[in-house]
């Protein structure tokens, strides 16, 4: 008898994955590939949209083939702020633009003199200026940079729609998309801003669905539901608001160290906005207001500076033990998060300014880039947590794998429990438990999260 699973396409900049999840959301099948960049029209590397349709499609044919399993649901979580531009046809009109792209500053002035300037539009639609991140800015730019582009589109579709449009042949709008620091999305007046309709650029968006819309059908002669897509950080968060109801913060770290407090729904201001700090919708339509550090990228490159001066294998850190002694000689000038500058966030941590000669050991030299880690860590964490306190805070990534990091970080906020979370394939899983209600009659498990608790009272991990 084959067995009931759910597909799941999750598609990362690098890493393009198929897995299958069965009705207990465990893991019984993954493929992962990568696919060779292409070029757009100025020479700027971006997606190869043709590459990956027919990754997509060889895969969606495949799966159906294999005799182990009961396809029963579809659906998509991809990486946000890129458009697929579709003529009359369906067809893409355009490459897929990347997002890292730089945008013209004499057309982002124009932009934002006629609409009331950088700041109030932030505030408004909760998306930092980011040119080309901002992904409204894409069909605006080709609407004066190439007006004839511009007018042979028919719908512009975001990248987690256009492959769910690919296997359902249905066009929408999903709230985690276009509610992702778009520049589209008025939060305060919940509805696509004023600009997006005097621009006419609401022409170009099909019909708004909901999370837990599916297109639902018949294929091989089976019932089968299909999901609209999401947007992939909306979807890694869905396992944790599906597993715990009080408030908590989710730090999800990796080269950006990201803070999500969910049950936050104040409106931005001026001085987190200037902190790198946004808000997003999750797949319920509820803002999240998230700040980010780019502590991951800072830890990669002290760790290369530790291993060379110490004479030490690059990873060597992962073996060192947390020993709260260490730091007792934190000198008073390290017990303060210096970023300064006009992109806080962005800033390397004190460490990078000591020499490393002050040190006796290896071990020494890391708890005090970790601390210094931290004491950043918990200025970007209480952006979020201003005016909405919580009781748990929940690390997932690679710094709730490290002791030194988990302890010190429970230890800077005594008044909350802090746990190293850990949840495989997190925004698959999303995808998946966002249609949970259309496909699977059976209870989520209470067990799809890993946690781990430190006690700061022992400083060690229970």
């Known amino acids: 008898m084959k067995l009931p699973v759910i597909a799941i ?67 998509v979580s991809a990486y ?29 002035k124009a932009f934002y003199d006629k609409y009331g300037g950088e700041s109030l539009l932030a505030k408004q639609t909760a998306s930092p200026v980011l040119g080309n991140l901002n992904s409204g800015m894409q069909l605006y730019r080709l609407k004066y940079e190439k007006p004839a582009v511009y007018n042979a589109i028919k719908y512009s579709l975001h990248l987690p729609q256009y492959l769910s449009y690919l296997l359902t042949g249905l066009k929408c709008v999903d709230i985690t998309s276009v509610g992702c620091h778009t520049n589209l999305w008025n939060f305060q007046k919940n509805g696509y801003h004023h600009w997006v309709e005097q621009e006419g650029l609401v022409e170009k968006f099909p019909a708004l669905k909901s999370h837990d819309d599916v297109i639902a059908g018949q294929l091989h002669g089976e019932h089968l539901v299909s999901g609209i897509g999401l947007h992939d950080s909306s979807a890694a968060l869905i396992p944790y608001l599906a597993s715990f109801k009080e408030p908590f913060v989710l730090l999800s770290t990796g080269t950006w160290c990201i803070s999500m407090h969910p049950f936050n729904h104040t409106l ?22 998230a700040s980010r550090l780019f502590a991951g990228y800072e830890h990669e490159q002290q760790v290369k500076r530790l291993a060379e001066h110490f004479d030490k294998p690059l990873d060597y850190y992962k073996t060192v033990s947390y020993d709260p002694a260490r730091l007792k000689k934190t000198s008073k000038n390290n017990k303060k998060a210096i970023l300064g500058g006009e992109t806080a966030m962005v800033k390397s941590s004190t460490f990078s300014k000591k020499s490393l000669d002050d040190f006796e050991s290896y071990e020494d030299a890391y708890h005090h880039l970790i601390h210094a880690l931290i004491l950043q860590q918990v200025q970007s964490t209480k952006i979020v947590l201003s005016g909405s306190p919580v009781k748990n805070i929940f690390v997932d990534g690679g710094f709730g794998k490290n002791p030194i990091y988990m302890n010190l970080l429970a230890k800077a906020f005594p008044g909350i429990k802090v746990y190293a979370a850990t949840v495989a394939q997190a925004s698959s899983l999303g995808a998946a438990l966002a249609i949970h209600k259309s496909w699977n009659k059976k209870p989520i498990p209470a067990d799809i999260i890993d946690l781990k608790f430190y006690d700061t009272t022992n400083e060690v991990a229970v």
Do not use: M
């Open 9 to 75: 396409f999750d598609i990362g900049k690098t890493n393009k994955k198929l897995l299958l999840f069965d009705q207990q959301y465990k893991l019984l099948h993954e493929e992962t590939t990568q696919i060779k960049e292409t070029t757009d029209e100025d020479g700027f590397v971006c997606e190869d949209i043709d590459a990956l349709s027919k990754w997509i499609l060889e895969k969606h044919k495949k799966i159906f083939s294999d005799e182990r399993y009961l396809i029963k649901a579809i659906n």
């Open 80 to 108: 946000g702020a890129s458009f697929v531009h579709l003529d009359e046809n369906g067809k893409p009109v355009t490459p897929l633009y990347n997002y890292l792209k730089p945008f013209p500053e004499v057309l982002k």
């Open 268 to 289: 931005l201001t001026d001085y987190e906005l200037h902190q790198d700090c946004l808000s997003y919708l999750t797949y319920e339509g509820k803002p999240v207001k």
